[in-house]
């Protein structure tokens, strides 16, 4: 009876491991594979990131191009970029899956990659919440659902955290910099927005219908911000924030440099970014104002 017993949690675990995976990507089209992925090519660095946070990085063979987080993405074969892929180097890689950028690779290269007959999930992130999704789905694909469960939780509870933190706070209006050359922002359709209203913030462009719009300076000061948020990722380094420092108009407006590997990726790790995003909005409030 033991042996018996024995001999059938043995049977169900091997069933498990090759049960049929079934996943609804972002496009809406349904993943159907006949076991969790094994070889996984990843075509976007936050979605490498999302891969490895979800328990899937041994399964990972390929990736695109700047994938470099964590550290062990860096030593993997490189298969393009979201402008041009290498169709051959991919099929070498004999992968099970593919993970793609549908709002991010190349409409053309995506439509190459679906000539060669491997199961592809794409990945549209439109919120934190698709995070979290994200990595739940991830985990079920590559059959690591309790380290993908766990990471997805701890990144919902840090949020939740945050925005308790800091509800109710003074808004304070804000224009973000995405470049400064030409001068580009975002809509309030954009991740960067959604963390500006956790942190008690509002986009001065949120109205506008382009995710990230090019704006005029002139567009800027009439917008009135009180706050002008830019990504620089070397402390004391260039931030491009001198048209604000030399218009008598802004000069007395807050400027702040956020790290833009953090709060501009969309993975887990943009949590890090919004927290720091929050803390220095709040340092702004502590002083009384700009």
């Not at 993908?148 to 945050?162: K, M, N, P, T, V």
């Not at 000069?251 to 956020?258: E, G, I, K, S």
Request: net charge positive.
């Amino acid at each position: 009876m033991r042996r018996a017993i024995v001999f059938l949690i043995a049977l169900l675990l091997v069933t498990g491991a090759d049960a049929e995976v079934v996943v609804d990507d972002d496009s809406g089209a349904r993943i159907v594979l006949p076991r969790p992925a094994q070889r996984i090519v990843s075509l976007a660095p936050h979605l490498t990131e999302l891969l490895f946070a979800a328990g899937a990085g041994a399964q990972v063979v390929g990736v695109g191009a700047y994938s470099d987080y964590p550290a062990a993405a860096k030593a993997l074969p490189q298969v393009g970029d979201a402008v041009l892929l290498d169709l051959e180097r991919i099929v070498a890689l004999k992968p099970d899956l593919l993970v793609v950028w549908r709002d991010g690779n190349s409409p053309q290269q995506l439509q190459r990659l679906a000539t060669l007959g491997i199961p592809v999930y794409a990945s549209e992130l439109h919120s934190l919440a698709d995070i979290a999704a994200t990595l739940r789905r991830l985990g079920t694909l590559a059959g690591t659902e309790p380290a993908a469960q766990a990471r997805a939780q701890g990144f919902e509870a840090e949020l939740a955290a945050l925005r308790s933190r800091y509800a109710g706070r003074r808004p304070l209006r804000v224009f973000y910099q995405v470049w400064h050359q030409p001068l580009l922002t975002i809509n309030g359709r954009h991740l960067i927005s959604e963390s500006l209203r956790l942190c008690g913030a509002r986009n001065v462009f949120s109205d506008l219908p382009v995710l990230t719009p090019t704006v005029s300076a002139e567009a800027v000061l009439a917008a009135n911000p009180e706050v002008i948020v830019t990504g620089s990722i070397e402390p004391g380094g260039a931030d491009h924030l001198d048209l604000w420092r030399r218009l008598r108009a802004t000069q007395r407006r807050a400027l702040l440099t956020v790290n833009p590997d953090t709060l501009h990726r969309s993975s887990d790790r943009i949590v890090a970014g919004v927290r720091e995003l929050c803390e220095k909005l709040e340092a702004v409030r502590q002083r009384g104002g700009p």
